[in-house]
């Protein structure tokens, strides 16, 4: 009788490797399962409709076509009798069983997976010992210390009631569903992160199986996470699925064609197939690609000779992605990032009030309107006032993004808001600022000096994509030993408060977050008995009133610098630059005339504004926009990249 591969490697302390099937197509379980990648492969009859008769089909193609060097799996439904049996009736060498709770879900699981005298299996099945290369006879006697058993930790009982699940006798393997365990947990679902409770309940799984010596198992988004998973000690790892392989392969095929980088966000969750990413609204009609107005420097620069051609659209994009009926906005489309205006262009002219489904908001578009947002006092920013607010809940039942947001100066209620800003404002005048003008410089001057004799450069990657970040770091006076985790968690900070940020992206960011609040509450115990000249230190001894800022303030305040100091210059340098090299007349008229800098600063600013969307506002009462009316509690996003290049201003 053939051996269970997965289980024998399991048993020997190895890695078993393998991967989620979701598509239920024979012919690609069929190819996959001979390439021998993976040591097994995983029928999930829990969140993918399959019926029996395909299921059967599969799974014995798997074991024949490898020649029982892959072991098909099923992750059952439920712990029934009836799913169970007919998961291994069908050719299933092991199973894993999700949702449980306690053990004695264990135990008749169990029961049901074993041929008497362990068991209650019946011995109708018609093929399932053909897998295994013997008889029906031989199969009914030996194969249930063959038969691969698993238990999904992904409940809060589960955590709790972990020992006496794990003491059943018959427990192969324990698997641990990182996503349901973190909705069960009370954080939104993520392959891993650090968030605090995650990290306790994972860390109790993790002993009680090293202690018990019980094979421990996760699904793993991508390469490196798998590769941490089983540094961690994990030896049953499901790397990705077959339609995420489908979907990433054409997607990554796609970008190559089109020059697209790939999405900070896996292609399968990027990729939107319809008609056009940018469909056209009201009429009919194709939206046009037609460049905005040319910039100028300045006022005073009205006079000069203008360039011909505009600087902030690129080539025009394939006319098929604005040939289309119905207009979508997408704002995380890769398209999007090539040329954003010919979009904004026509929302202004067509829908300049513009119901976003995806994110259940309204988005505006013309200056006015997007002035009035900020200015009427009928608008809210505080998140109560949206109508799907979150639940004032305690911050421990909160995310550590959620957190951070909860007690930075954007969400916070606006009697906080007032006290944050009454004691961190003598630390941000012109005067009290001045100083680190020079430091900047220095962090400039040396990044710019090694760029000193090449060829050429690219701006972004050699400059302009690190050095804010840089220089936030020497301004708190970060310690050297910790700069690159305190880089790392910034660039998590920036992306995870982008408004349109996906939700797979945000899952992807969330999970760095933790890892660096931790190391700031430790960097500010230090600098509580040891202050210094830092901005980090300034903001936690800062005192108005004999009012200071909560630990959880200042680390949302250090979050706010990152996020709002680093992409905005980011952009802002990075545009005006390529502005000038674009148009040789504008940048000599600027190097004969050094003090028109300010003007052309914040030209650039306008020209190329920094962001896709902007923080949403929350109407108070109903309200009616350019004869659309807004019910109280919705949404509200201004989009000052549109509002800028309006020119009805």
Same mark, same amino acid.
Request: charge should be negative.
């Given at each position: 009788m053939r051996k269970n591969t997965t289980l024998s490697l399991l048993r020997d302390g190895k890695v078993a490797l393998g991967t989620w099937l979701q598509l239920h197509s024979y012919q690609a379980s069929r190819l996959l399962a001979a390439q021998g990648f993976f040591e097994w492969m995983l029928v999930d009859f829990e969140h993918t409709p399959v019926d029996r008769g395909a299921a059967a089909q599969i799974l014995s193609t798997i074991a024949d076509v490898s020649g029982g060097r892959v072991t098909p799996l099923a992750r059952v439904a439920s712990d029934s009798a009836d799913e169970i049996k007919h998961a291994l009736d069908a050719g299933a060498q092991g199973i894993i069983v999700p949702m449980i709770n306690d053990a004695d879900e264990v135990r008749a699981a169990v029961r049901h997976a074993r041929y008497p005298p362990e068991g209650e299996r019946g011995a109708g099945g018609l093929s399932p010992h053909l897998g &295994? =290369?013997? /008889?029906?006879?031989?199969?009914?006697?030996?194969?249930?210390?063959?038969?691969?058993?698993?238990?999904?930790?992904? +409940?809060q009982r589960a955590v709790e009631n972990l020992d006496s699940i794990l003491d059943v006798k018959g427990v192969d393997l324990c698997f641990i569903g990182p996503n349901d365990l973190h909705l069960a947990l009370g954080y939104p679902p993520m392959f891993w992160s650090a968030e605090p409770r995650f990290v306790k309940a994972v860390r109790r799984v993790e002993e009680a199986c090293r202690k018990r010596n019980i094979p421990l198992g996760t699904l793993c988004k991508d390469v490196s996470s798998a590769k941490d998973r089983i540094r961690d000690g994990y030896t049953f790892v499901g790397m990705g699925s077959d339609a995420h392989f489908v979907l990433q392969y054409a997607g990554i095929q796609y970008g190559e064609l089109h020059d697209i980088p790939e999405p900070p966000e896996t292609w399968c969750n990027a990729m939107k197939f319809h008609d056009g990413p940018y469909q056209g609204a009201g009429s009919h009609s194709a939206v046009p690609a037609a460049p905005p107005p040319a910039p100028v420097l300045g006022p005073t620069m009205a006079g000069d000779a203008r360039p011909s051609k505009h600087a902030g659209t690129s080539d025009p994009l394939p006319r098929h992605l604005f040939q289309s009926r119905e207009f979508t906005f997408e704002p995380n489309a890769p398209e999007f990032d090539i040329d954003p205006f010919p979009i904004y262009r026509h929302m202004r002219d067509n829908v300049p009030v513009y119901w976003w489904a995806e994110a259940q908001g309204w988005v505006c578009t013309r200056y006015d309107d997007v002035v009035m947002l900020l200015r009427d006092r009928r608008f809210s920013v505080e998140l109560i006032d949206w109508e799907h607010g979150p639940p004032d809940v305690p911050d421990e039942q909160l995310t550590t993004h959620q957190v951070l947001a909860k007690h930075g100066l954007f969400w916070m209620p606006g009697a906080d808001h007032v006290r944050v800003r009454k004691v961190l =404002? *003598?630390?941000? +005048?012109?005067? $009290?600022?001045? *100083?680190?003008? /020079?430091?900047?410089?220095?962090? $400039? @001057?040396?990044?710019? /000096?090694?760029?000193?004799?090449?060829?050429?450069? @690219?701006?972004?990657? @050699? &400059? +302009?994509? /690190?050095?804010?970040?840089?220089a936030i770091t020497q301004a708190l006076r970060i310690p050297r030993e910790e700069r690159d985790r305190f880089i790392q968690f910034g660039s998590a900070v920036i992306d995870a408060f982008y408004p349109a940020i996906s939700p797979e992206a945000l899952r992807e960011k969330m999970e760095f977050l933790p890892t660096g609040v931790a190391m700031l509450e430790a960097i500010m115990a230090e600098k509580r008995g040891h202050p210094d000249d830092g901005f980090f230190s300034k903001m936690i001894h800062a005192q108005e009133d004999n009012q200071r800022l909560t630990s959880k303030e200042i680390i949302s305040q250090v979050a706010l610098m990152i996020s709002a100091g680093c992409e905005p210059p980011r952009h802002l340098v990075t545009f005006a630059v390529w502005d000038l090299l674009r148009h040789p007349d504008q940048l000599e008229i600027l190097l004969r005339e050094p003090g028109l800098l300010r003007n052309a600063i914040d030209e650039a600013g306008r020209y190329n504004s920094f962001g896709k969307l902007n923080l949403p506002r929350f109407p108070l009462e109903d309200v009616e926009i350019r004869g659309v009316r807004i019910p109280k509690g919705q949404q509200i996003f201004g989009v000052f990249a549109s509002a800028l290049r309006d020119p009805e201003a």
């Open positions: &295994f =290369g013997v /008889s029906r006879p031989v199969y009914i006697q030996c194969v249930n210390r063959e038969i691969l058993f698993g238990v999904q930790i992904e +409940t =404002g *003598p630390l941000f +005048t012109p005067k $009290a600022v001045e *100083p680190l003008r /020079s430091e900047f410089r220095r962090v $400039a @001057d040396s990044m710019l /000096s090694r760029l000193e004799g090449s060829d050429s450069i @690219d701006l972004v990657r @050699d &400059f +302009t994509s /690190s050095y804010p970040l840089q």
